[in-house]
């Protein structure tokens, strides 16, 4: 591990903010994680890089700082899981599981991402610019998850608040079993699942879908009005003989 | 001649029911008929199966001597999860309380079980909703349950666990998830849980994010990764192919396994998931125990059983099968109040009567335990409910330690598969230990 | 469950590799497998020849076995395999004189150019017994097992052999595969252990023995074979993938000019020479995937 002076080309950098190293090919993810959570609130080592990660599990998990982890490469399992306040970016893909129950801040990859990514997460904001894979946002609780690209199929399954915002197209039976989260989608939707439905787009929708838009630094590249609303019937909230087949 | 054989006054045969088509399974047919629902209740499964009442123990002989009472010790300490954590639980009685939610249970209820539970130096666990702060504040050691809903998940609670328990099934409802219906969905559990106020919840019967041992491990691991490798990880299984299952679980990296047979309770699920699924405690515990065996992990990795456990003799009994310990989930609630006779009219007002109330799910339970009613909860004060606890568990130890002494042991881990024979041929195969009065276990050895 | 991982050789020039390669991307997957590995390589083959694997115990006199047989039996021995190489014609012969004379003996595969080796250990240790390292070939599958519901035996690691040149690799679990294998064995596909995945290779080769291709009989699989799975299969001239519909178990994938390479993790992947700027996928569900060496 080494420490570095700021680079002078990252003007969202405080000066007096000092940056460490850690390169995954001579150091173990368990030091990395150790020194992560080592952090206290209101220390200056706000600025982690991390180098070759080549898909290791569990890297920046279960981090509770107002820190920035910047890895570069693709991740395995479960990266940034658990996150609290915490930015992670990951330059590269990840695996199964990225931010895996997330509480709070800010996740971005530049790549994809693979099954489950924001699964059951609470809150904070989790951004993929590639394309996310199966059960993306699978039983959300809360969290904003964007999506640059697409999801795969089984998508928000269970998700019972938060939002999803998907710039591609979605998979099949999206949104089985949803309870009251939010799903935006602009490209196409292989199927529904069960109980949810299409809703109008009205302004307020337009602009909740221009806010995630905006946290996640692409307003102006496609337009709100072009994503359609899916959520919860509601029928399924008590069982009903009815409606035995949907189960 | 035979006029006397006709008519009101002729003889008749007796009226004669069914065993299959009894009184309790027509009375379900027509619920069926009725509602077009299935059953849901709470409990384990009711019907008479072969159990630890089929097992004795020996006993000292001529060839074995018993220990004295009081002076000559017998130990009932239990260390778990010493395999990988930093800082394993350590019992002082080798009974648990087995996880049951806030949400089935009312705040009250789980501060009684955290009281009595400390009291005599044991732990409580959390169950599919989360972890409260009156739990933790009245546990001692208490084991966060990590179940496929993630209802209430957090790392805060999860650094502020004692241990972590990895819910794959649970006996009554092997593949099955949590069910909590809308009458129990109040304004705190909700907010908990993440739900709208009164729906019934529908739960996931798998994790979100991970399916099969092998990436059971890597999620193993992003859990000790998050907690700095402190806390030991069980991994529970409901009792279907105990074998396997423990195997898997030790593969996977388990600190602990527990395994819950049939007679284990849910707060509610579908009747037929709770009679038909799983297999009896019994007839899991020599499979697991020979699994760790097989591994040569036995006393390395520890094996708690759930399900139907009731008395010091059925503790002792797990024991000397091999388990490390037992967990109790529908006799804590018993020992707290649970169907007590003097709510008698009560449980009649409902249909039922004390001693048969098993439908939780519909919170309205006249001893205030599973229940989300402010009226209801009042019932029950956790301080005695505590202290009634704690007298439980006492007098469960004393049970256990009086058998152990019996057969010369000095500490309850020391009884073993030879102290006992079985009474019955099924129990004998189940068990891996002889019909008494033989050598002959069904399968394994002659007569 | 398991790993899995394959290569397929797209460059001639990493020809020699293969064995390393594979043998590294095999040691990644360890903690997924611990109880057996095995792997197929397929390598140098004549034509007019077919190549069996056989496998017997520890010490076993694989050259005295090949002079029992006859002229024309090459053998070459690795630890408790041994590469027995006769003219194709011959094969049936050699196959029944082999179960006469060395019931002992079982062969495990069988191809032109097929080599299959499997042991119960550690992944690492398994492929330094069979020196994996130093193969070479055009491509190869490699599995890690962590048995779920039977015996953790020589006989229950993967791969299985499904005909000539063909060997299946699974992760998951197939849960009607009792049933499968009663019909299976009422058609005459004998099963041999109580490992499903045994079962889903013998489905394959039934299907095929009915008149289908490789790539229909693992379309019947999607309606026949019920539980989690994703699928690897080899042939002689590239390999193929198949991933359940609900897709739990994992599969990653990457392309450049150079090879197409599958890994259960991202992580089998990392070493591999240019993997920075490999095109990474994930097959989808229910669709089958197939990579050629006509094609490539």
């Not at chain 2, 609670?157 to 998830?177: F, H, N, Y």
């Not at chain 3, 004189?97 to 062969?107: F, G, H, M, R, S």
């Amino acid at each position: 591990m080494t420490t570095t002076t700021p680079n002078q080309g990252a003007p969202l950098m405080n000066a007096s903010t000092q940056s460490h190293s850690f390169d995954l090919a001579t150091a173990k993810v368990r030091d990395l994680n150790a020194a992560l959570h080592a952090l206290k609130e209101g220390s200056n080592a706000s600025l982690w890089r991390v180098s070759n990660p080549r898909g290791l599990h569990a890297l920046a998990a279960g981090l509770d700082a107002p820190v920035t982890v910047e890895i570069d490469g693709p991740v395995g399992y479960y990266c940034a899981g658990m996150n609290k306040q915490a930015t992670v970016i990951v330059r590269g893909n990840a695996g199964v599981g990225l931010g895996e129950n997330m509480m709070s801040g800010r996740i971005e990859v530049e790549g994809d991402a693979s099954q489950a990514a924001g699964a059951t997460a609470h809150g904070g904001l989790l951004v993929i610019r590639g394309e996310a894979g199966a059960r993306c946002g699978i039983s959300m609780k809360g969290v904003d998850i964007v999506v640059g690209g697409s999801v795969g199929h089984m998508s928000a399954f269970m998700a019972q608040a938060g939002t999803l915002t998907v710039l591609g197209d979605a998979g099949e039976a999206l949104g089985d079993s949803i309870y009251e989260a939010r799903l935006y989608v602009r490209g196409s939707v292989k199927s529904l699942g069960a109980d949810c439905v299409e809703k109008e787009m009205r302004d307020e929708h337009k602009a909740q879908v221009f806010e995630k838009l905006k946290a996640a630094g692409l307003e102006g590249q496609v337009d709100p009005s072009e994503f359609k609303r899916y959520g919860s019937a509601r029928t399924l909230y008590h069982f009903h003989v009815d409606n035995a087949s949907a189960y | 001649m035979n006029e006397h054989v006709k008519g009101p006054s002729a003889p008749r045969t007796l009226p004669r029911e069914s065993a299959t088509f009894d009184a309790y399974t027509l009375s379900e047919i027509r619920r069926a008929a009725a509602t077009g629902i299935y059953d849901i209740r709470g409990a384990g499964a009711k019907r008479k199966l072969p159990h630890f009442d089929d097992l004795l123990f020996l006993g000292a002989s001529m060839s074995r001597y018993p220990l004295e009472g009081y002076r000559e010790k017998c130990g009932t300490g239990v260390v778990l999860g010493d395999r990988f954590a930093k800082k394993p639980i350590e019992l002082k009685i080798p009974i648990t309380i087995a996880g049951m939610s806030f949400g089935s249970l009312s705040g009250p209820a789980k501060e009684a079980l955290g009281r009595g539970a400390s009291a005599m130096g044991t732990s409580t666990t959390t169950g599919d909703g989360g972890m409260t702060p009156e739990e933790r504040g009245h546990s001692t050691k208490l084991v966060y349950q990590y179940l496929p809903s993630r209802y209430g998940m957090n790392p805060d609670d999860l650094r502020k666990a004692d241990a972590i328990e990895v819910v794959v099934g649970q006996g009554a409802k092997p593949g099955g998830g949590g069910m909590l219906l809308g009458q129990k969905i109040s304004p705190r559990v909700a907010k908990m849980r993440t739900l709208p106020e009164g729906i019934d919840q529908r739960s996931a019967c798998r994790h979100p994010d991970w399916t099969g041992p092998d990436d059971l491990e890597i999620k193993i691991e992003e859990l000790r990764e998050i907690t700095d490798w402190e806390k030991p990880i069980y991994v529970k299984v409901g009792a279907a192919r105990p074998y396997y299952d423990t195997a898997l679980a030790v593969k996977s990296g388990a600190d602990v396994v527990v395994v819950d047979g049939m007679q284990g309770g849910t707060a509610a699920t579908q009747e037929v998931f709770i009679e038909n699924v799983g297999i009896p405690t019994l007839a899991a515990v020599h499979q697991a125990v020979k699994a760790l065996q097989d591994l040569g992990m036995h006393r390395k990795v520890q094996l708690i059983v759930s399900g139907g456990i009731r008395n010091g003799a059925d503790v002792a009994k797990a024991l000397a099968l091999g388990a490390d310990a037992v967990a109790i989930g529908t006799a804590a609630l018993v020992a707290l109040g649970d169907n007590d006779p003097r709510w008698e009219s009560e449980y009649e007002a409902l249909g039922t009567k004390a001693g048969a109330y098993d439908d939780w799910h519909e919170g309205r339970d006249p001893a205030g335990i599973t229940t989300q009613d402010p009226e209801l909860m009042k019932r029950l004060d956790p301080e005695i409910a505590g202290r009634r606890l704690a007298n439980y568990l006492s007098v469960m130890t004393l049970e256990a330690q009086t058998i152990a002494r019996a057969c010369g042991k000095s500490h309850v881990h020391n009884l073993e598969p030879e102290d006992l024979v079985a009474l019955t041929i099924e129990a004998a195969a189940m068990a891996n230990v002889p019909l008494a009065g033989t050598n002959w276990i069904p399968g394994k050895t002659g007569f | 469950m398991c790993g899995i991982v394959g290569l397929f050789l797209k460059d001639k020039a990493l020809e020699p590799q293969l064995g390393e390669l594979l043998s590294g991307m095999l040691g990644t997957m360890c903690g997924r497998g611990p109880d057996s590995a095995g792997f197929a390589v397929y390598g140098a083959g004549e034509s007019g020849e077919v190549k069996l694997t056989l496998r017997a115990a520890e010490g076993y006199d694989f050259a005295g076995l090949a002079e029992k047989l006859g002229e024309g039996a090459e053998v070459l021995q690795r630890a408790t395999h041994a590469v027995l190489t006769v003219p194709s014609a011959d094969e049936a012969g050699i196959r029944a004189k082999i179960a006469a004379l060395a019931p002992e003996v079982t062969v495990v595969g069988a191809g032109s150019r097929m080599e299959l080796y499997k042991e119960v250990g550690m992944p690492t240790d398994v492929a330094v017994r069979f020196d994996l390292a130093k193969m070479a070939g055009t491509h190869g599958i490699a599995h890690t097992r962590m048995a779920t519901e039977s015996a953790v035996t020589t006989n229950g690691a993967h791969p299985f052999s499904t005909g000539l040149d063909q060997c299946l690799v699974h992760n998951g679990s197939l849960s009607n595969f009792r049933t499968v294998r009663r019909n299976l064995e009422r058609a005459g596909v004998t099963i041999q252990t109580e490992n499903d995945s045994e079962v889903a290779a013998g489905y394959l080769t039934w299907r095929m023995k009915e008149g289908r291709s490789l790539g229909e009989a693992l379309e019947d699989s999607l309606d026949d074979l019920d539980g989690f799975y994703t699928f690897v299969v080899g042939t002689e001239s590239g390999f193929g993938v198949l991933r359940d519909p609900i897709a739990c178990k994992p599969a990653v994938m990457a392309e450049t000019d150079q090879y197409v390479a599958f890994g259960s993790e991202y992580r089998a992947l990392a070493g591999l020479p240019g993997i920075e700027n490999a095109k990474i996928f994930e097959p989808e569900p229910a669709k089958v995937y197939f990579w050629d060496r006509a094609a490539a």
